[in-house]
């Protein structure tokens, strides 16, 4: 019967989700012809310069598909920031064109919302609050953030789950994967099924609010270093599809920062630093969504992490790898490096995996102090190995791209605001 069953219903979704699949389908063949022409004109002399080309046209279609992402809307907007997060896969054109995507979404009526708190509380819902403002504080593709007070007069910030998306979820998750395997057929430098594989199991994850309140209190029971302030959640207030913590009086981090005095700028900077470097090589569990909204700055200048969508969870083996690695780097030593990477998982590493300029790279990265290493030096090293990376088709491990992933945003802040990043103390941190 199940046998029947599935492809009928195959075919329902892929009919209610035409509209975006089509749109999509039409985009990509756009992006694959304009390269087959690039290639074909670059096969002439004339067009020698094909290079330069190339980055106007990484560009042109990185633009198509940000565009594509945000038509689609829902669980796109996610798979855009996702594809903005993997430097593995694709060409920095496309990461820098599809990373603003996470701040261009659009809210949802609060109708929609009121559903899902009646469906959660029943009708009643507003009894359990003094005050329910019913603009929302942020509206991201998953979720809507509220402001309201409890019966008990606290604050409170009431995270809810777009209802939408959860309804799209399943056209959307089929559509994916005929896409992967349609892209697949022609291009073969990048693994799109295993790309969508992975992207499914992070959204899985991320609209999975039971787990996400578990991250908070776990995350609350950790003992981080001083100047971070853990987020208290209200599990009576929060379930399946609503997520309340108490109300954190802050101002974002970025707006911080650009008003804060240079000291104060360094301190904190310092502080996000610290803190991630105890929470991977620590604790081994650390908060992996590193997107500046998500830290707030309260009134003492304590740093308030909100968003436990994404929580990075390392076995001991990886916990210490990251130990190893940061060690390696502190020495300069290349081949420790390079050793502690094929201890980390990078299975495929092949003797000639480091290019020349790598490794030159690297050794002059190394040979200074960190004080004297300047920003342009680190981009140069990290946008080699991740040459490196797809030139070879290397798998990378799952744990690097999450870690990655945060140190890459880090840098970028400290980058932004002019700011050197703190020599990693390594014994403090795990002593401590
Ligand atoms: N407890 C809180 N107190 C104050 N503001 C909050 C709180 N939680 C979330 N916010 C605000 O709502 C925004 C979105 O919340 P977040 O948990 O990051 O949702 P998303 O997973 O949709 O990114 C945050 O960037 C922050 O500005
Ligand atoms: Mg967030």
Redesign the pocket.
């Known amino acids: 019967m199940t046998r029947i069953l599935a492809p009928l219903l195959a075919v329902r979704l892929l009919w209610q989700g035409r509209t975006r699949f089509f749109r999509a389908l039409t985009v990509f063949i756009r992006i694959g012809m304009s390269y087959r022409k690039a290639r074909r004109n670059h096969a002439t002399p004339a067009h020698a310069d094909f290079p330069d080309d190339r980055h106007t046209l990484h560009r042109r279609n990185a633009d198509r598909l940000s565009h594509l992402f945000q038509d689609n809307g829902g669980t796109w907007i996610k798979a855009g920031q996702f594809l903005s997060a993997r430097p593995d896969l694709l060409p920095m054109e496309y990461i820098d064109a599809l990373q603003p995507l996470q701040n261009q979404v659009r809210p949802i009526p609060f109708a929609s919302v009121d559903a899902v708190l009646c469906a959660a509380w029943g009708e009643q819902w507003k009894h359990r609050f003094l005050q329910f403002d019913e603009t929302p ?2 509206a ?1 593709s ?2 809507q ?1 509220y402001k309201a007070q409890l019966t008990d007069q606290r604050w409170v ?1 009431v ?1 809810i789950l777009n209802p939408d998306i959860r309804a799209l979820y399943a056209q959307d998750m089929l559509l994916y994967r005929i896409l992967a395997r349609l892209i697949g057929l022609f291009i073969h430098q990048v693994d799109f099924v295993a790309a969508v594989n992975v992207f499914l199991t992070t959204l899985e994850r991320e609209l999975d609010f039971i787990q996400e309140a578990r991250n908070i209190a776990d995350f609350q029971k950790l003992k981080h270093i001083a100047g971070i302030r853990s ?1 208290t959640l209200i599990p009576e207030h929060s379930n399946a599809a609503v997520i309340t ?4 009086e802050g101002q ?1 981090l970025l707006e911080f920062l650009k008003n804060a005095e240079r000291k104060t700028q360094i301190d904190t900077l310092a502080l996000l630093q610290n803190s991630y470097v105890q929470q991977v090589i620590r604790f081994g569990k650390f908060q992996g969504d590193p997107h500046p ?2 830290y ?1 700055i309260d009134s003492d200048h304590n740093l308030v992490i ?2 436990f ?1 994404h929580m990075g969870v390392l076995s001991e083996r990886e916990r210490l790898n990251y130990v190893k690695i940061i060690l390696a780097v502190i020495d300069g030593n290349v081949r420790a490096f390079k050793e502690s990477l094929t201890d980390g998982g990078f299975t495929d590493l092949a003797d000639d995996f480091f290019s020349e300029k790598l490794l030159q790279l690297l050794q002059s990265v190394a040979s200074k102090p960190v004080e004297d290493i300047e920003f342009q030096e680190v981009e140069r090293l990290l946008r080699e190995i991740l040459h490196c990376i797809r030139q070879r088709r290397a798998r990378v491990p799952a744990h690097y791209l999450v870690t990655g992933r945060v140190f890459i945003t880090l840098a970028g802040l400290f980058k932004l605001f002019n700011v050197t990043p703190e020599q990693i103390d390594i014994r403090k941190v795990l002593l401590s």
Request: hydrophobic content about 55%; charged content about 15%; glycine content about 10%.
């Open positions: 504080v942020a991201a998953n979720a953030v910030a995270k987020l913590t108490e109300w954190i974002p909204g998500n707030l909100v968003d969508g």
